[in-house]
């Protein structure tokens, strides 16, 4: 039985802690790694290759979906594409920014894992805007406090994701934090408006081969990356997972919030299967408000309390 201190685990979960370790700026500064501006090219590591795509963002989700209308998905017994497995993410390589940002602390940098608009920008309005650039220097990053991910963020956390597919639904298990969500595709409809979750309230549907994943319901206390990019609990997510290799899936997720966005915008990454023979995935333990995020409350950092939309 293989235990996970391989080239898979180790790096991942090294990320996972360097997140809660981020450097605290001085109220109102915005931390080293913000998006990049300037003139020239932003530093940073060159990107690999999965599927005969360039890991890139916009690169690969371009190449993804061209390959997928040829590619023909193994298949379940029921007759759906099979995504059970070990997967970890491709593209999206570090949670620090979701837009593009230099190399810098987490060895990488990265482009920008926004694909519409073509800018690489989160649509905000100035209010959200404003409120996104001093996140980071008012409230501890909720992952640091060992919160549940949201969507469409628990895809591309850090870490090994495991696919099960039972007859009628999908769970996807996390080695983080011991998150989970269930994803029914049997028609059942949303819960109530009013009921909150972190996960929020997930129902798959498929689109010939094609997952398409519509969460509602969901909790404003998350951020999708380290320097406070954010939504409000009006958030609609709707994620598509498309095979175009044995090994690989593209995953695009499109977010509405008319609270907080001028216009939907999507998010594109990969997830590459863990092919190593009995693969064993390990919990990267996490206990709610404990550890590196209480000791940022001494530097004067608070819990996230969520959106609160001007009048």
């Not at 990107?47 to 989700?61: M, R, W």
């Not at 996140?135 to 909720?142: L, M, V």
């Not at 994803?183 to 996960?199: A, C, E, K, Q, S």
């Not at 990969?270 to 064993?280: A, C, H, S, V």
Request: net charge negative.
């Amino acid at each position: 039985m293989s235990h996970q201190f391989s080239r898979w685990m180790m790096p991942m979960t090294l990320v996972g802690w360097l997140l809660s370790g981020l450097p605290v700026p001085a109220a109102g500064q915005s931390p080293a790694f913000e998006t990049a501006t300037g003139p020239g090219p932003t530093p940073m590591r060159p990107y690999g290759e999965s599927g005969g795509c360039s890991e890139e963002p916009a690169q690969f989700h371009r190449c993804a979906m061209a390959k997928a209308k040829g590619f023909t998905p193994p298949r379940t017994p029921d007759g759906k594409p099979d995504f059970r497995g070990f997967w970890s993410r491709i593209g999206l390589r570090n949670l620090e920014n979701i837009e593009e940002h230099a190399e810098s602390f987490d060895g990488s940098g990265g482009k920008s894992a926004i694909v519409d608009p073509v800018d690489g920008r989160v649509p905000y309005q100035p209010w959200a805007a404003e409120k996104r650039r001093t996140n980071y220097s008012t409230y501890i990053n909720p992952q640091a406090l060992c919160l549940p991910t949201g969507s469409p963020k628990v895809a591309y956390s850090a870490g090994i994701n495991r696919i099960l597919q039972p007859p009628g639904s999908l769970v996807f298990l996390d080695d983080y934090a011991h998150v989970y969500r269930v994803v029914p595709t049997d028609d059942r409809p949303h819960i109530g408006p009013t009921i909150r979750l972190f996960m929020g309230d997930s129902r798959g549907r498929w689109e010939g081969d094609t997952l398409v994943i519509d969460v509602t319901n969901l909790d404003d206390r998350i951020w999708l990356d380290a320097i406070g990019n954010f939504y409000s609990n009006a958030a609609h997510v709707v994620e598509r997972w498309t095979m175009f290799h044995a090994d690989v899936i593209h995953v695009e997720a499109t977010i509405d919030d008319p609270q907080v966005f001028t216009r939907p915008w999507t998010i594109a990454f990969g997830l590459r299967r863990n092919t190593e023979p009995n693969y064993e995935m390990w919990e990267n333990a996490c206990a709610e408000g404990i550890g590196e995020g209480l000791r940022l409350t001494d530097v004067g950092l608070k819990p996230y309390p969520g959106v609160t939309v001007p009048k």
